[in-house]
């Protein structure tokens, strides 16, 4: 019932019974935590939340984690637990959605499985679920997987997985370094298993891992994978040596080696799509498919002996700076150079190096851009530390006068003088002279000499080319003491 009310300044207002219903909703939001890992913590007591209680080995801190949160792991080789899990034991068990990170990284940091040797139980590396990542570590030693993922959304950054096996097998058998991860930035070397399976891989090594010669061991550099700006080197398989099936967009696939125990061969590749890739210089000990099979593969923009049919193929030598001693970077007179396809995927990109992958709206072929900064590339200043945009170029480092260009030249360190090309010996032989002198790997040498000083005819009599030893010996016939002066040239 309404009431007619009368207030004090006779102004007139209507009352009526209030009725409210409300319901609250509390919601509770809890903040990531982070926790931290020391083999040598003195206090380890929960929640892990500091150094001063760090937990002493990994997977007491992952236990004791929710979804967001961090652990962070400092320096040492971490082996003693043992997790079943997924039908394996295995070191470490990620199974929120967490970040687990090294404090110093991969040289520091090591997450040890156990090879099923001398009857010692296997144990894999380390098991991760979904959109857990794993960063800055050395995964060693596992048995069939260094990091076997369940899904895809795991994340693996910064890491190198060395040293695992699946005994001979590769991943079409059930073995794999790195098992169905997104990789990043990751060295894959040295595993006697397929390297990566069913993954996506970004600027990443990956060498040296072997998958077997039983039949199906099939890639045993990469298998079923996609793989960006990625090399593979001196990978074997029984069939793809470097990788079999899957994708690549702008890798290059060189010295790998198919065809063990007579399988189908493809010492590159066996299979797979290709795109603005060097496949090269890869051996197969079963018919003529050295670099691919001839029966598989789809190529575009892409070097490869004998040339693929499909769109812009290649087959001249890609001319890499030394193969023989693994330098996969493109020499200036190099036919990848900005032969390849440009796409959009490649604009933010960098390539193996960390330089911009598209160079003056070019893009060359394989994992490496030719970046050039006065006359240097890149990847030769930044082994050095040197700035990248050739500022340092003309200046001297060494204490002895030469710049850094002219170390360029002679392969040498330009903040090391004791490195720059020198004869070191000249000795009086039987009617002859022996001359010694230590060298960079990667410049033509040219020993010149001539008889007098006024005299500036002066002839070569002896060509060393790359990649030459560090110390070389050559012995000039007919020569005798005093009978001139020698001289040593450097060109690239």
């Excluded at 240097?376 to 200043?381: A, D, F, K, T, V």
């Excluded at 002279?433 to 008889?451: C, E, I, P, R, Y």
């Amino acid at each position: 019932m309404q009431k007619l009310v009368a207030t004090k300044s006779n102004r007139l207002f209507f009352t009526a019974p209030l009725c409210i219903a409300a319901s609250l909703t509390l919601t509770l939001f809890s903040q990531a935590a982070t926790l931290y890992v020391s083999p040598s913590s003195a206090n380890p007591a929960p929640p892990f939340n500091a150094w001063t209680n760090a937990a002493q080995d990994i997977q007491t801190a992952v236990n004791a984690t929710q979804n967001g949160d961090t652990v962070i792991v400092t320096n040492g080789i971490y082996y003693t637990s043992a997790v079943p899990y997924g039908g394996m034991t295995n070191r470490v068990v990620i199974t929120n959605s967490i970040t687990l990170k090294s404090v110093n990284g991969p040289n520091f940091t090591t997450i040890k499985g156990q090879l099923a040797i001398a009857g010692l139980a296997p144990v894999t590396c380390v098991y991760m679920a979904t959109n857990a990542t794993l960063t800055g570590f050395t995964m060693k030693g596992g048995q069939n997987y260094g990091v076997y993922c369940s899904t895809t959304n795991c994340t693996i950054t910064n890491c190198v997985i060395t040293g695992c096996s699946g005994n001979g097998t590769g991943a079409a058998n059930g073995s794999a370094a790195i098992f169905a991860g997104a990789v990043f930035n990751s060295l894959i070397i040295s595993n006697q298993s397929t390297g990566v399976a069913y993954s996506t891989c970004h600027n990443c090594v990956i060498n040296f891992n072997a998958a077997g010669t039983s039949v199906g061991c099939t890639g045993g550099g990469a298998y079923s994978s996609v793989l960006y700006n990625c090399l593979l080197t001196g990978n074997t398989a029984a069939q793809g040596g470097g990788a079999g099936g899957g994708t690549m967009y702008n890798c290059t696939v060189t010295a790998n080696t198919g065809g063990l125990g007579g399988g189908g061969g493809g010492g590159g590749c066996y299979g797979g799509t290709f795109d603005n890739c060097i496949v090269y210089g890869n051996y197969s000990l079963t018919g003529t498919s050295s670099n691919y099979d001839l029966t598989r593969g789809v190529f575009t923009y892409c070097c490869c002996a004998p040339v693929p049919s499909g769109l812009s193929n290649i087959s001249a030598n890609p001319q890499f700076v030394s193969a023989a001693i693994g330098n996969c970077h493109l020499l200036p007179t190099s036919p990848c150079l900005g032969n390849g396809d440009l796409e959009a995927w490649q604009q933010n990109a960098v390539d193996l190096d960390g330089n911009p992958r598209v160079q003056n709206f070019l893009v060359d072929m394989g994992c490496y851009e030719l970046a050039v900064a006065g006359g240097i590339p890149n990847w030769w200043l930044s082994q050095y530390g040197l700035p990248t945009d050739g500022s340092m170029n003309n200046t001297s480092l060494s204490g002895d006068g030469r710049t850094v260009k002219q170390y360029y030249i002679a392969d040498a360190n330009p903040t090391n003088a004791a490195s720059y090309p020198a004869l070191t010996a000249i000795q009086n032989g039987t009617n002859a002279m022996q001359l010694t002198w230590q060298g960079g790997v990667l410049a033509t040498q040219f020993l010149d000499t001539v008889q007098t000083m006024t005299n500036a005819n002066w002839q070569t009599i002896f060509t060393n080319t790359p990649p030459t030893p560090a110390s070389n010996n050559f012995t000039q016939s007919g020569a005798t003491n005093g009978a001139g002066f020698y001289r040593l040239r450097m060109q690239r």
